[in-house]
């Protein structure tokens, strides 16, 4: 194994910067066949999202799964690229910029922050060797999946080890694991639905959809689904509705097991069929909009409604770079890295060491 080479700035009279990372899941380089292969075939070989015996699936995957599903997901790819590129990077992006924008105004010189793409780039290599090359020494990471699921947020951790395991100096780390109960995000969603409320009326229910996985997976011990009904709950209390008044469903199927239920699609032809003719829709497990809320919700479970005899159907998008959604990550920040010393202040002349100039030192005898 070849380790990373290491340090190249050093300063012991400084604590080091802290260093955030934001990780999302990632997303193709192009809206074309040729980028979504790569992109899908590490994500579908990834052992926590697909747990099937390997070979059997390394079969179904390069047999049945990648020589057909690349075309139909590009396509699908096609209806939400924007002129910057994906929306899911697009807006991470933006959250990055903006969390470092008020980290910065609170605490100048103190914290960095990047991006990391569990899968594609920037990739969470890249974000971390940019942390250490902005002297952080301290890492606290933020996967941006509030409900947390063994498919989600444990591959975040399992990036994280791929790359810190081939470091010979590795920072010191923790990691946020869930926050689907923290009381500002909470706050930021109800936000958004009044606001939607007071710009379009209230719709006859409300629909929460959450991402889905396989029931296997909840019965053997993934919390995601307990994660989503907790934050459904709080949500509904924090609106004020009574138990008619919404309903929670879960999308994104993939295979032919069972998945969490019920199904957002099934839900929705269901309520109309039951005398229902308007539902805003809002989906509180995606940090940021992407394939699968502008395309799935928007656009897809739109015409399922309007296809069953709906009226109105409205999306409420996701939290994206929301001030007070960004108030939240800063809330976030600010109480998972107690404890840890921040960097003092030196003047020039003693702001960098090089680490040559350090061996050097200690080679003639004088200790630090």
Known sequence: MEFYKGVKNFDHRKSGRIGILLINLGTPEAPTKEALRPYLKQFLS?????????LKWKLILNLLVLPFRPKRSAKLYEKVWTPEGSPL?????????????????????TFVVELGMRIGNPSVESALEKLQDRDARRVLALPLFPQYSGTTTATCFDALADVLKTWRWIPEFRMITSYHDHPDYISALANTVREH??????????????????????DGGDPYFCHC???????????????TDYVVSFQSLFGREEWLRPYTNETLAALVKSGLKSVDVICPGFSVDCLETIEEIEEENK????????????????????????????????????????????SPETRVHRVSEVQKAANSGKYF
């Open 229 to 243: 009904q907790k934050t459904a709950r709080l949500l509904v209390e924090k609106l004020e509705l009574k138990a």
């Open 197 to 218: 409320w007071a710009a379009h009326g209230r719709a006859e229910k409300l629909l929460l959809s959450f991402h889905g996985i396989p029931k296997r997976y909840f």
């Open 89 to 109: 990077l697009v807006y991470s992006l933006k959250q990055r910029d903006a969390l470092q924008k008020r980290l910065d105004k609170i605490s100048p010189d």
């Open 46 to 54: 990834d052992p926590r999202v697909i747990e099937i015996s390997p």
């Open 303 to 346: 015409e399922v409604f309007l296809h069953a005899g709906g009226e109105k159907y409205h999306y409420i998008p996701a939290l994206n770079d929301r001030g007070d959604h960004i108030e939240m990550m800063l809330e976030l920040v600010n109480l998972h890295t107690q404890g840890w010393p921040r960097p003092e202040a030196t």
